[in-house]
């Protein structure tokens, strides 16, 4: 018999206020049970963990997530990213419009956010 991923963990400073982030980012509820101040947070459909620790992020991420837009460019994405609390750690966008930006979230999780399927479509 084999295993599967329950959930992907991640480990926070404050658990509900970095799951309303990147519930924000997915468009996906938080559990209905969760709330300020709880140890834990989960984003339902998404199978994201947050869980608070006492330490804070101290090196680069080991694993991160590749945002890729469904409804808008990958441009687009991004200015909604900023204003939603990320920050841009390293724009590799390219001129010819291929590339991605590296962001981090609130906490300072990478991610990055490519460009969108129609966009790739298009060249």
Request: proline share 5%; net charge negative.
């Amino acid at each position: 018999m084999t295993s599967t991923i329950r959930h992907t963990t991640v480990d926070t400073t404050d658990a509900y206020a970095l799951a309303r982030f990147w519930s924000g980012v997915l468009g996906l509820p938080l559990h209905e049970d969760d709330q300020p101040g709880d140890p834990e947070a989960l984003i339902e459909g998404a199978g994201l963990l947050f869980v608070t620790v006492p330490e804070g992020k101290t090196v680069k991420n080991r694993v991160h997530f590749d945002l890729q837009p469904q409804d808008r460019t990958r441009d687009e994405e991004v200015e909604r990213l900023l204003a939603l609390g990320a920050t841009m750690s390293e724009d590799r966008r390219n001129a010819d419009g291929t590339g991605w930006a590296v962001l981090a979230d609130p906490e300072g999780n990478e991610f990055c956010v490519e460009r969108s399927a129609a966009e790739r479509a298009t060249g």
